[in-house]
C-alpha cells in the first residue's frame, strides 16, 4: 500500500510533515537529513526540489534553493540519491515537491517512473493547474502510485476546496494565511476560523496546515482542527545554523520540541 | 477595440494560444488571477470604461501617435518607412497604453494598492505616473542591480511617488521583480492589484495587456490609409522583451496574412556567446511567470539568466501568444546584437533626428535584413525613446565620430 495513504489509516491527528530542500546545505545531505527526519519521529518528509524561482517560497526556503542549485542539484541527481533508500531501512512516507518547469523538462512520464522506482509516495507541484492535472497527469500519477496534494488558502472559496478536494488524494495542504512560505503567522482568532470552517466542509481528505509553523505552540493550535501540521522554513534555518557534525541530534532535538 | 470572432493567433476559451499560456500560478494567486479572468473583458468593454480610458489616452497619453514619414531612412534602405511614434507618449514609451488600461480595471475592482516589476524601469515609471493620477499607493520591486545601473527611472518613480523595492533574489534583475511583485500580491491577495508590464504572466494577462497595446496597429491602419490609401504595410516591424509593443503593433494585423510580422529579439553579444536574450533561439517550451511559453532554460529546467545590452529585452521569456506567432511561423524572429542595435540607434539619429531607446533600436535593425522592395511598405513601431540610454550611447559616441 502506498506509504502516506498507510499513515493517514493509522494517524488521525498531531501528523508532523517535515519540510527540506533536497541538496542542501551540501549536495549528498538528502538522504543523512531524509534518515535523521525519520529517527526523530517525523510521521512524513516533503523533499523539495530546488528550483531557480520559487514564487510560492519565501526568503528562506528560496535562499536554501539557491544554494541547492549551486550544490549542482538536479531532479536527475535527486532520483540518483533515493536510489536504493527503501532498501537502506527508510520507510517514512515521502513526499516530492517543487515547481513544474523542472518536471516537465525531466518528462512528467520519466519522472513518475523514477518516483514509483525509488520509492516516493506523492508529489505537490503548486503551480500545476487543477485542469491541466486532470487532463494530462491524473491517470500518469495513479499508475505510478503517486498520491498527489493540493494546496488551499484562506481566499479559496468553499466550491474550489470541494473541487480540489475531488481530485486530491494525499492530502490537503492548507495555507495559514495569506503568504508565501516562512511568513510569520500569527495563530490568531482568523487562522482558527478559517481551519474550523475547513473542518466544517467534511472533506474526504486528511487536511495538514503549514506556512508559519516554527515551533510546539504553532503546531498545536494549527492542529487542533486538523489532521496535523507542516514544518518548513524553521527547519531550514536549523539546518542553515547547525555543523553537519551535530545534525543529527539538533534535527532529533528539533522535532521533539515541536510534539 | 474591436476583434476579430475568431482567430488561430487570439487567446481561446480556455486561456491558451496554441499549446502556449495558460495560468499556471500557485494557489495562492488563483482567486486573483480568477477574479480578473471573470472580469476583465466585461470592464474594459463597458462603454463608460471605454470613454475615460480614450479620454486619457489622448488628453493625458497624447494619442493618437503621429505616424511618421522617415524619408532619409526611406532613401537609405531604397524602400519606404513609417515610424509609429509610440516614443512620443507621455512618459516616454508604449508602457503607459497598458498601465492607463489596467490601473482603470483595478479601479473598478475596488483595489487600492498597485505592486508592479519593472526592468529598465519605464513601466515602472509608467505605473507611478498612473498610480499618482488615481491617487493609489504605488510599489515597484526592480533588481537590486537595475537599480543601480537605471537611477533616473528609479529617481523618477520616487519623485512620483511610488516605492521602489529592491528585489535582491536570484540574479537580482527583471525575472526576480517579476517574482517578487508576485510574492507581494500572494501576501496581499485581497486589496492589490497587480500591474504586469507586458504580455506575460498568467492568463488573463497576456491578453489583456495585448488589448491595451492594440492601439498601437489601430491607429496605423486608419494613419496608413490616409497617407497612402491602404492600410496594411508589408512589413510591421517590433521588438520583443515580453513583447507589449510587439503585440500591440501586430494585433489587427495578425489575420492579414499579407503583412509580414517581424519581431526583433536582443542577440546580445551574439547569439551563441552565452550573453544573449535571444529566447526564440535559444530557449524551449516551459513554464514561466505563470504561463506556458517558451523561456531560456539550462537542461534541468532552471531559467537561465539573459544579457542584452538593453535592459528592456533582457528577460529570459517571451509571451505566449508571441510564442504562438514563432511557432506557426507566422510572425519571423530576428536576432539583433547589441551592435547592429547601436548601429541602428545611431542612423536614426543622425538621418530622421530622433534618439530611440536601445530596445527600439533592435527593430530598426530589422531595415537592412527584411529586403523590403522600393514600392513596399515598412511600419516600425518606434516603442520608446532613448533618454534613458544616453549613458550607454555616450560610451559609444567616439566609435560614430
Known sequence: MNRLTHLFQHKTADVLNVYFTAGFPQLNDTVPILKALQDAGADLVEIGMPYSDPVADGETIQ??????????????????????????????????MGYLNPVVQFGVE????????????????????????????????????????????????????????????????LVAA??????????NADVDAYLSRTKALGLRNPTLVGFGISDAASFAAASRHTTGAIIGSAFIRLLQATPAEGREAAIREFVRGVR | ????????????????????????VPEMLYPNVEELRDNYLRIIQEPEFQREFTQLLTDYVGRP??????????AHYGTTIYLKREDLCHTGAHKVNNTIGQILVAKRLGKKRIVAETGAGQHGVATATVCALMGLECIVYMGEIDIERQKPNVDRMRMLGAKVVPATSGSKTLKDATNE??????????????????????????????????????ETISQLLHQT??????????????????????????????????AAEAAGQGVDTGHSAATTALGKPGILHGASTILMQTEDGQVTEPYSISAGLDYPGIGPQHAHLFATGRAEFLSITDKQALDAGFQLSRLEGIIPALETAHALACLPLIGAKPDEVVVVCLSGRGDKDLATYTKHLEEYA
Open chain 1, 110 to 173: 520519466k519522472f513518475c517512473q523514477q518516483c514509483q522506482a525509488v520509492g516516493v509516495d506523492g508529489v505537490i507541484l503548486p503551480d500545476l493547474p487543477l485542469d491541466v492535472y486532470e487532463r494530462e497527469y491524473k491517470a500518469l500519477f495513479a499508475q505510478h502510485d503517486l498520491k498527489v496534494v493540493f494546496l488551499v488558502t484562506p481566499q479559496t472559496s468553499a466550491a474550489r476546496v470541494r473541487q480540489l478536494d475531488a481530485l486530491a488524494d494525499g492530502f490537503i495542504y
Open chain 2, 229 to 262: 490609401g491602404r492600410g496594411t504595410p508589408d512589413f510591421m516591424l517590433a521588438c520583443v522583451g515580453g513583447g507589449s509593443n510587439a503585440a500591440g503593433a501586430f494585433y489587427h494585423y495578425l489575420d492579414e496574412p499579407s503583412v509580414r510580422l517581424i
Open chain 2, 1 to 24: 477595440m474591436t476583434i476579430a470572432a475568431t482567430s488561430p493567433y487570439r487567446v481561446d476559451a480556455t486561456g491558451y494560444y496554441g499549446p502556449f499560456g495558460g495560468a499556471y
Open chain 2, 65 to 74: 501617435t503621429p505616424l511618421f514619414l522617415a524619408r532619409r531612412l526611406s
Open chain 1, 63 to 96: 535562499r536554501s534553493n539557491q544554494q541547492a542549485l549551486e550544490n549542482g542539484m538536479t531532479v536527475a541527481t535527486l532520483f540518483k540519491q533515493l536510489q536504493g533508500i527503501r532498501k537502506q531501512g527508510i520507510t517514512v512516507p515521502i513526499l516530492l
Open chain 2, 181 to 218: 511583485a508576485m510574492r507581494h500580491w500572494i501576501s496581499n491577495p485581497t486589496d492589490t492589484h497587480y500591474i504586469i508590464g507586458s504580455v506575460v504572466g498568467p492568463h488573463p494577462y497576456p491578453d489583456m495587456v495585448a488589448r491595451f497595446q492594440s492601439v498601437i496597429s489601430a
Open chain 1, 178 to 187: 495569506a503568504g508565501t512560505t516562512g511568513a510569520q503567522t500569527d495563530m
